[in-house]
């Protein structure tokens, strides 16, 4: 919902998790965050003629082979280090370049100065250095991770699904949340070795001040701050936003309390609990969660 509140400021135009865009867009037709579907919405068809000359001069499948190979959690010491044959850098620079297209073309189209893509693969920041001439910077959003565990554990159903397979959100068993979760943070930390800027915004310290948690991400991004009457303290005016893919909230929009929700603290059940604390110990120190909930 975060990202969503972004698109509250006509200077950001949140695009959705693009990483998925290949599939879930090209292949699978998913209605977009306007309610249309991909192929029919007009924001997405206007930035696919303005990047490709239109998406029909897109292979996808050659996006998802690449993506495959390329934009893996394992490869990111290779990514950041930047070694590999000729081939290998070929590849990610192509891999790289249908990305930054799709930004330079959606700031076009919307008129935005700032894209927010919120893609949860952390090997993307790392293949868009590749990309020249990008302004990148990586918002962290971190979430206690007995709350990230316990939310993966439930059945969400994804109303974008245009297949059975796909009618269900990933659920994955508090243990193997964890590593992910582990995973996926390090991977992120570890942009700060590199020449990416970064900023880290913990889940609970948004959901206290949605207020200050929103100056400080635009103030992130460059922007200087204006009057936006769409956010306040403890709830968010959501506008209608092009998402390609993404949390179901994407399409909700007018207004949406916020306020933290700590369900898990009661619902996750207490050996799982220890198993998540003892996995990610050190990491949920250092993003300054207790061990034990209050
Ligand atoms: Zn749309």
Redesign the pocket.
Known sequence: MFELSLGTDERVVPLGEVVHLWQRSLIDDEP???G?PFSQ?S??TEVGAKAFGGWDRVDAERVLTLRHRIDRTVRTPQLAARVGGPAWHTDVREYASYYSRIYRAAVEVSGSSVVVDSSKQASLPYVLRYADGLDVRVLHCVRDSRAVAYSWTKQVARPDATTPASRYMTRYPPAVLAMKWLQHNLVIDGLRLGRLPTMLLRYEDWADDPVAAYRSTLAFAGLEPRANDHVDHDWVDLPTT?TCSGNPMRFTTGRVGIRRDESWKSSLPRRSRALVTALTAPLLATYGYRRAPR
């Open positions: 977009c965050g306007c249309e919405c924001f997405w092009h």
